[in-house]
């Protein structure tokens, strides 16, 4: 798969942005009066949260999906998404990345924002060592369609996947769920990565819980936020 010219800019934008040797913070959301995250430690080589740090901000705003409930973050990178639901209520949040400094990152983060209490960082290629289910799991996956640059450029693990790693997650996710998924997506990615598209293809209804389209930042356009139900059973807590 190749991206288009607009794709491609685009990643060439981001690979530009994250291009920091060293330890760095950011706010989550970037570019707001109000992050909802002030001050997160980034590592080199770990994907900011771009759009997905506006999906921080809906899950700060929208804690009924997950107060008192077991949650994972998946692809954690930074940890931004599990801490903002340790700190807005959930009982316990496990942070899972296939990448060690991601997880060394989350790491760090969660004793940042005093959660260490309520979070468990896992090192797992997916679900491979993830036990138990999730009344809610979210993943923020890489939206664009085309291979990830490694080892040259280890951020691109977060933006670029050919579509084999969202199959692979929502056939296997469905062992987890005791809830829903909840996953954002930039619409300027095209379909490879879609969950909208690449769901109902797996088993999932989809539905919309948000769509805006985001003037700052790095990502911008339309965008929305999605949960996928398991259409095989009820969800049960």
């Known amino acids: 798969m190749t991206l288009n010219p607009k794709q491609k800019k685009q990643i060439e934008l981001q690979v530009k942005a994250h291009a920091i040797p060293w330890k760095y913070t950011i706010n989550v959301p970037r570019a707001?009066?109000?992050?909802?995250?002030?001050?997160?430690?980034?590592?080199?080589?770990?994907?900011?949260?771009?759009?997905?740090?506006?999906?921080?901000?809906?899950?700060?705003?929208?804690?009924?999906?997950?107060?008192?409930?077991?949650?994972?973050?998946?692809?954690?990178?930074?940890?931004?998404?599990?801490?903002?639901?340790?700190?807005?209520?959930?009982?316990?949040?496990?942070?899972?990345?296939?990448?060690?400094?991601?997880?060394?990152?989350?790491?760090?983060?969660?004793?940042?924002?005093?959660?260490?209490?309520?979070?468990?960082?896992?090192?797992?290629?997916?679900?491979?060592?993830?036990?138990?289910?999730?009344?809610?799991?979210?993943?923020?996956?890489?939206?664009?369609?085309?291979?990830?640059?490694?080892?040259a450029i280890p951020v691109t693990r977060g933006m670029l996947d050919d579509g084999q790693l969202i199959a692979k997650f929502l056939d296997t996710a469905k062992a987890h769920m005791a809830g829903p998924i909840l996953m954002p997506y930039l619409h300027m990615a095209g379909k490879t990565n879609d969950p909208a598209a690449q769901g109902p293809k797996h088993g999932y209804h989809v539905e919309t819980l948000e769509e805006r389209n985001l003037g700052v930042g790095y990502q911008r356009g339309s965008y929305s936020v999605y949960a996928l139900h398991d259409k095989s059973r009820k969800e049960q807590r």
């Open 32 to 151: 707001v009066a109000k992050p909802v995250l002030r001050e997160l430690v980034m590592y080199p080589g770990v994907l900011q949260p771009l759009s997905s740090g506006h999906f921080g901000q809906f899950l700060n705003d929208h804690p009924e999906f997950f107060e008192g409930e077991r949650v994972l973050d998946m692809g954690c990178g930074s940890g931004a998404l599990g801490i903002i639901m340790a700190k807005r209520g959930a009982s316990k949040v496990v942070l899972a990345d296939i990448d060690e400094n991601c997880c060394a990152n989350t790491r760090e983060n969660v004793r940042r924002f005093h959660v260490d209490a309520r979070c468990e960082i896992v090192q797992s290629d997916l679900f491979d060592k993830i036990s138990g289910k999730f009344g809610l799991i979210v993943f923020a996956h890489p939206y664009f369609g085309a291979s990830p640059v490694l080892p």
